[in-house]
């Protein structure tokens, strides 16, 4: 089967679309498909041409051009997506919602195709009903939701979506890399994201006044890059806490096991809506406990005093409280670390995901237009 996939984000960039995006289409590839990736160009200088596992990956300056309002690079990018398409002549095209759905939309007469929608983030309140987005909701033949919170949201927004789409919760394989044992003392705190505000991590920073003052050894990690990351480094240094405080900078996802194994815990404590919380279930896959909020799609990776705790978002000393419970609570920690590892190997099954994606093709195919 031809499938044209269609995300904002792909590999070489880094976050969870991309290597979720990337571990599928490699497992549906083994399968028997065949694939072609249209995505954006994003910070890093990637040719419009390149390769990944064998598939064909080409870039377009989908958010810059529309950004920009730059109308002579939004019809170039119509044309070029346009004549990949009907080069190609898909059996499905898999969007991976996001800006790219106002061009699909201008190319949806050239070879017509099944189309089916993963959503992988919850959707923008300001979006109207008259809106590009909600036109391909409302045509696509199915939709995927990532997570419950996902297609909850969806269906609040678009009830009539509700015959056409169904849950595949993401996962990912479970790592060569073996679990350490879990060490609490001294304490390893370990966030990692993207540095944005919305990801909480100024909480975090915050909740370790207390913990220092209670546990004077403990250090917290702070993987990742993004806008806010100066902004988090003079406020650990305002708050006097810097010592107590690494910021070692982007992590390349292979190395991201690593860094989890050498954790006491992870720690997200996200102010928005998260629609899944990939870094929750790669802790949990090394068997490392979390302490997450209570926002999104959390809430099913992370089942509270079973794998970990939840907090309220923005509660900075409800956070330090559910890092000291299980600090001092070594037998609990390495229970619940255990459980979510067993967790993760069951609900969130790899080859469990990859067959229900495989299945929906044949059948989205297979079915009458």
Not at 131 to 142: E, N
């Amino acid at each position: 089967m031809r499938v044209l996939y269609i995300s904002d984000f792909f590999l070489p960039d880094i976050g969870g679309v991309e290597v979720i995006s990337g571990q599928l289409l490699s497992a549906l590839k083994r399968m028997g498909h065949q694939f072609v990736v249209a995505t954006s160009h994003q910070s890093l200088k990637l040719p419009d041409r390149t390769d990944y596992d064998g598939i064909e990956v080409h870039r377009f300056q989908f958010r810059r051009s529309l950004a920009g309002r730059d109308l002579k690079s939004m019809k170039e990018i119509v044309e070029r997506l346009g004549a990949l398409k009907g080069g190609f002549k898909p059996d499905l095209v898999h969007i991976a919602c996001g800006v790219n759905a106002f061009f699909m939309e201008r190319t949806r007469s050239i070879h017509p195709a099944k189309t089916l929608v993963t959503l992988h983030g919850m959707l923008d309140p300001v979006v109207t009903r008259e809106g590009v987005l909600s036109r391909m909701l409302t045509s696509a033949d199915w939709i995927v939701a990532v997570s419950a919170a996902v297609m909850n949201d969806l269906h609040r927004g678009f009830p009539e979506t509700i015959d056409h789409s169904s849950l595949i919760l993401n996962a990912l394989g479970m790592p060569a890399l073996a679990p350490a044992p879990l060490v609490l003392d001294p304490p390893r705190l370990l966030c990692v994201g993207r540095l944005v505000r919305e990801k909480g991590f100024d909480v975090a920073i915050r909740a370790m006044i207390p913990l220092v003052a209670r546990f004077p050894a403990a250090r917290m990690i702070v993987a990742g890059d993004g806008i806010a990351r100066l902004e988090l480094e003079e406020l650990a240094r305002q708050l006097g806490i810097a010592d107590a405080i690494e910021f070692c900078g982007w992590v390349a996802p292979e190395r991201v096991g690593a860094l989890i194994n050498g954790a006491s815990m992870v720690i997200m404590p996200s102010r928005w809506q998260e629609p899944f919380g990939l870094v929750a279930l790669e802790a949990a896959q090394m068997a490392r406990p979390v302490v997450a909020t209570r926002q999104g799609g959390l809430p099913e990776i992370v089942n509270d005093g079973e794998t970990g705790l939840l907090v309220d978002a923005d509660d900075s000393d409800g956070l330090a409280q559910a890092i000291a419970r299980l600090l001092e609570r070594p037998q609990a920690a390495r229970r619940m670390g255990e459980a979510a590892r067993e967790r993760a190997r069951d609900k969130f099954s790899w080859d469990g995901f990859a067959n229900a994606y495989d299945e929906l093709y044949r059948r989205l195919v297979a079915s009458e237009k």
